[in-house]
């Protein structure tokens, strides 16, 4: 078995907090703006950087890492947050990350950021249907939920795009 680098531990715990981080803000906040007047659940900011700590994860630590870290963020947010939100999140990170696989692995050889950029634009579509209709039972918060993750997984992108030294030690 392989030993888990202290990088991949690093982005496996980043992004294993921002689940229940996600869901606490939902449970705390409620819907919070997110730009041109729409509104979404608080943890739309988290779940946008989560997308892009759960790529740096696999690449640091594998599929089957990531896999187990949505296992332990579900948990911690069913003890830590509303129930039903971490039933409505773990059901879109699992089908979320299923696609998000289809489209990453066979997009990875062209890059990092491509296959970050094509496969949270998946993502993000995925967890967002999936969460808002077991969450609160309809789509009424999609704009703001696909605008708020948007916003937060390019900020994140910009910000591994311009570390260089960062991004090739992510595969350390």
């Not at 606490?24 to 819907?31: D, E």
């Not at 690449?59 to 129930?83: C, N």
């Not at 990453?104 to 890059?111: A, D, H, I, K, S």
Request: hydrophobic share 60%; charged share 10%.
């Amino acid at each position: 078995m392989n030993r888990l680098s202290r990088s991949g531990a690093a982005w496996l715990a980043a992004y294993i907090a921002t689940i229940p981080a996600a869901n606490l803000a939902v449970t705390h906040f409620g819907a919070v703006p997110v730009g041109f007047g729409y509104v979404a659940p608080a943890g739309v900011y988290v779940v946008g950087v989560a997308l892009v700590l759960r790529d740096l994860a696999r690449e640091a630590a594998g599929r089957g890492a990531v896999v187990a870290a949505i296992v332990v963020g579900t948990v911690l947010s069913w003890w830590l947050a509303d129930p039903a939100l971490a039933v409505a999140s773990a059901a879109a990170f699992a089908v979320a990350e299923s696609m998000d696989f289809a489209v990453y692995e066979p997009l990875r050889g062209r890059g990092l950021l491509v296959a970050m950029l094509a496969s949270n634009a998946v993502g993000i579509f995925a967890d967002s249907l999936i969460f808002l209709k077991i969450g609160f039972g309809g789509f009424e918060f999609l704009p703001g939920q696909l605008l708020g993750k948007a916003w937060m997984t390019l900020a994140a992108v910009a910000v591994i795009a311009v570390m260089p030294r960062r991004r090739k030690a992510v595969a350390a």
